[in-house]
């Protein structure tokens, strides 16, 4: 990773208040970052930055990802501030699930606007801060949900695997700028995902929380494996041993013995309740 300036490198992380972004914060703060957070909710990155500022220097700015003056303003400021920044993290997203015939276009909107836009005004903002100083790295936070396709998930789905496929574009779109791109595809761990979720039953709520919420993996430690893997320029960071199987799987078999698979092991997720 490329700093222009003697000082610490320097990291900006969307939705860096809670859940995994906050993690995210936490774990760059202890390698010694400059650590810089924005989110929506300005009483957690309150609470967020004064943890941080006993560990590193930080700072929180109120950054909406569905406006694109906001990651604007994010941008100035570090450029302002600190000289520009290494490692831009677009961690900001949101939750939805329901049958395809049950979820309501807007809320499609909405999570298309989040999870995919969100992803693509922050690339569109930085890469040419990172051209700039002469490179940097992108860290788009996709899903295993953008790689694996459940039931029920369709519109989570669909917004994962655009990032997954801008990631892949930008990974070769940007290279000889000297931008590294990763994408992180984490499968279900503990967060506060849930909090955000639009789901069209309750059936789909109760089973998404669950998924979540007993999930043995925690967000630190997925924050962990993505700090690893940013530090030795991996592409696709997958954060659990049975999704790299399971991926691999999805490779190498013909498509219709991999949907036999999936069709046993999602048998719950269709079933009535």
Sequence with gaps: ???????????????????????????????????????????????????LQA?????????????EEDLQAAADWLSQHWSGVDVVINNAGVATAGAIDQQSMEDWQWVMDINVLGVVRGCKVFTPLLRQQGGGHLVNVASLAGVIHPPKMASYC???????????????ELDSDNIAVSVVCPA???????????????????????LVNKAKV?????????FRGVEEKQ???????????????????PYRWFRKIMLKNTAGMMRKR
């Design 1 to 51: 990773m490329t700093s222009t300036t003697t000082q610490a490198l320097r990291v900006f992380i969307t939705g860096g208040a809670s859940g995994l972004g906050r993690a995210l914060a936490e774990r760059y703060a202890k390698a010694g970052y400059w650590v810089c957070i924005g989110d929506i909710n300005s009483e957690r990155g309150e609470e967020t930055l004064q943890t």
């Design 218 to 226: 925690s967000a630190d430690e997925i924050a962990e494996k993505v």
């Design 235 to 253: 592409f696709k960071i997958l954060t659990h041993d049975d999704s790299k199987r399971l991926v691999m799987l999805k490779r190498l078999l």
């Design 158 to 172: 669909a917004t994962k695997a655009a990032v997954v496929a801008l990631s892949e574009t930008l990974t070769l």
């Design 55 to 67: 560990v590193t220097t930080a700072q929180y700015l109120h950054c909406d990802v569905q406006r």
């Design 188 to 210: 279900f761990f503990r967060t506060n995902l849930a909090e955000s979720l639009r789901a069209s039953d309750p059936t789909s709520t109760v089973l998404t929380q669950k």
